[in-house]
């Protein structure tokens, strides 16, 4: 099954249309998707990787415009729209929590962690830097530096060792699944005993 799943994954993102659904997947995990761009972005750069800088550009730009969004999401429609989404993924408490013990320092961090790892998520920052009242162009700044560099780093890591880690997945696909299984089961254990 797995096998299947990435043999379908690396075919999409060797079709003319992967760019199209790449910038739809940046810009509403920004705002209100869950799943990342990297999971379509990584293997479309492992499928192309002389297209690696051009699907960073992509990535970048629609993840901002849907910063922007969420943003816009906080700021004017917290109560009919955002609320409902964060409710919608389990994140509302998380956010209220993150709301209450946050200063604008605290916030441009967690614009920071948000846009280099998705800690914590980026639509939870975007929609609280939107209703903590942000400045909006400090918001965008932040974005376009953290978003950017995650996508063209990653982009200028697979460029160069792109066919050594896709021939290292294809190999190691199971073990590589179960370890990803493990410790996504030891960081919720963790969080569980620490609550």
């Known amino acids: 099954m797995l096998r299947g799943l990435y043999d379908w994954t690396m075919a999409l993102a060797r079709r003319k249309t992967a760019v199209w659904w790449l910038a739809i997947v940046a810009f509403v995990e ?3 998707f869950l799943v990342p761009a990297d999971v379509l972005f990584l293997p479309m750069v492992l499928a192309k990787p002389h297209r690696a800088m051009h699907y960073a550009f992509v990535a970048t730009l629609f993840s901002v415009l849907g910063g922007i969004a969420g943003w816009f999401l906080g700021h004017y429609a917290f109560e009919s729209i955002a ?3 964060l409710e919608f993924y389990g994140k509302l408490h998380a956010f209220e929590e993150l709301q209450a013990t946050v200063n604008y320092e605290t916030i441009v961090l967690l614009l920071i962690t948000s846009g280099l790892a998705h800690l914590p998520p980026i639509k939870v920052v975007t929609i609280l830097s ?3 009242n942000i400045s909006l162009s ?3 700044i932040s974005a376009v530096i953290t978003r950017g560099a995650r996508f063209f780093i990653l982009a200028g890591l697979l ?3 792109g066919e050594d880690i896709r021939h290292f997945i294809e190999k190691r696909l199971g ?3 179960a370890m990803a299984a493990a410790a996504l089961i030891a960081v919720y254990a963790a969080y569980v005993f620490l609550k």
């Open 30 to 32: 920004s705002s209100v």
């Open 138 to 140: 400090l918001f965008i």
């Open 159 to 161: 460029q160069k060792y």
């Open 130 to 132: 939107g209703a903590a």
């Open 175 to 177: 073990l590589i699944s």
């Open 83 to 85: 609320r409902p989404v």
